[in-house]
């Protein structure tokens, strides 16, 4: 947010007793107020949210940024940004009270059961959120679809198929006793070193077990932040500092621990595998740093639809360490620490080209480039 945007206030129209990850929908929405900067700013605009519903965040988030927006559902208005405050009280009555939108007013009205989407920058997806009524009976299904909408669309294969339920258990029991995602982060970065070690002395079995359960507990800690709005600055930089940090330690170490299966890579192709490895690492974050600054921020993995889909297998460490687990049940990790330099080698080339048609594509459109994720908001 700019230093000199205006932004406006957020207000939590009703209560409702319910709990939800913990908080009351006026704390909740308090953490979403303080996280985004809705500090009243914007002078009589005021972003009213309806307690007896729950709405994921980038609905917030979404009408904060659109004055005289208004989202329903069942005719009753959920969240409303007005503008002045005639349009703000009309709007507070028709909330307490479970009417419909007042008429005569200057307002762009959503209909949920209408299915608008709108593009979630943050999780790299097109979507139309959720936004259901908050009782004891929705609860369950409010807190999968809560959990659920915190995923990013663009991911890996395991993150994004085989991670969610374990995760959505373990989020869970997080929530309710009261542990922070840093203290999750905190369990995971011990898993992650004695998994290093693990490699190192070549108990590859162990150490992919306590790998598995780092890279879940990877993806809870991002849940639980999401889902009970508890990102932090210092969260951010522990997690992805550790998610940037630790792979080239795991894949050097594989290769250093091959000698305790009496398959150790000789000089040579121990040194080809790991500059494959490590200066494709490297150059692959180099080259979708660059993509980024030199399209808004933008992901390379969200251009195009084949971009996002070569995200599910590009080589990072989840895709990496599928190949890795498949070589040990051929008891032959040697091979697989070689096929992951042979993949990243790959991987590297496909990045490469999608940054130069990237480039060749903005200069013959003269201006940054568009997500297919993005497409028109209605």
């Given at each position: 947010?700019?230093?000199?945007?205006?932004?406006?206030?957020?207000?939590?129209?009703?209560?409702?007793?319910?709990?939800?990850?913990?908080?009351?929908?006026?704390?909740?929405?308090?953490?979403?107020?303080?996280?985004?900067?809705?500090?009243?700013?914007?002078?009589?605009?005021?972003?009213?949210?309806?307690?007896?519903?729950?709405?994921?965040?980038?609905?917030?988030?979404?009408?904060?940024?659109?004055?005289?927006?208004?989202?329903?559902?069942?005719?009753?208005?959920?969240?409303?940004?007005?503008?002045?405050?005639?349009?703000?009280?009309?709007?507070?009555?028709?909330?307490?009270?479970?009417?419909?939108?007042?008429?005569?007013?200057?307002?762009?009205?959503?209909?949920?059961?209408?299915?608008?989407?709108?593009?979630n920058k943050q999780l790299r997806k097109r979507e139309t959120p959720f936004l259901a009524e908050l009782q004891p009976q929705t609860l369950k299904s409010i807190e999968r679809a809560s959990y659920f909408g915190a995923y990013k669309g663009v991911t890996d294969v395991l993150t994004k198929y085989l991670w969610p339920e374990w995760a959505l258990f373990l989020t869970r029991i997080a929530a309710r006793i009261g542990m922070t995602p840093n203290m999750v982060t905190a369990i995971g970065a011990i898993l992650c070193v004695a998994a290093t070690v693990a490699f190192a002395f070549g108990h590859y079995w162990a150490g992919i077990a306590m790998g598995l359960v780092f890279m879940v507990l990877d993806t809870v800690d991002g849940k639980l932040a999401r889902c009970t709005i508890t990102s932090s600055w210092w969260g951010n930089i522990f997690d992805h500092g550790i998610d940037l940090v630790h792979p080239p330690f795991w894949w050097w170490f594989w290769a250093t621990g091959l000698v305790y299966w009496g398959l150790a890579l000789d000089s040579t192709t121990f040194w080809w595998v790991q500059g494959a490895i490590q200066g494709g690492y490297v150059l692959q974050r180099l080259i979708e740093g660059v993509f980024m600054r030199r399209n808004g921020m933008m992901h390379i993995h969200v251009w195009r639809p084949f971009d996002s889909w070569f995200r599910l297998i590009t080589a990072r460490r989840n895709p990496n360490m599928v190949i890795l687990f498949v070589s040990l049940l051929f008891a032959r990790?040697?091979?697989?620490?070689?096929?992951?330099?042979?993949?990243?080698?790959?991987?590297?080339?496909?990045?490469?080209?999608q940054l130069v048609q990237a480039e060749i594509a903005r200069a013959r459109k003269g201006d940054q480039l568009t997500s297919w994720l993005a497409g028109d908001e209605a």
């Open positions: 947010m700019s230093k000199t945007q205006r932004m406006p206030a957020i207000e939590t129209i009703g209560t409702n007793p319910t709990i939800l990850w913990g908080l009351s929908m006026e704390e909740r929405h308090r953490r979403i107020g303080a996280a985004n900067g809705y500090d009243g700013s914007a002078g009589d605009a005021v972003l009213l949210v309806n307690a007896a519903y729950v709405a994921d965040p980038a609905w917030v988030r979404h009408l904060a940024a659109n004055p005289g927006l208004v989202l329903t559902i069942d005719g009753t208005p959920a969240l409303a940004h007005a503008v002045d405050q005639p349009s703000a009280e009309a709007l507070r009555q028709a909330m307490r009270s479970g009417s419909a939108v007042p008429e005569g007013l200057d307002l762009t009205v959503y209909r949920y059961e209408d299915g608008p989407t709108i593009e990790p040697d091979l697989g620490i070689i096929a992951v330099a042979w993949w990243t080698v790959i991987s590297l080339a496909v990045h490469t080209v």
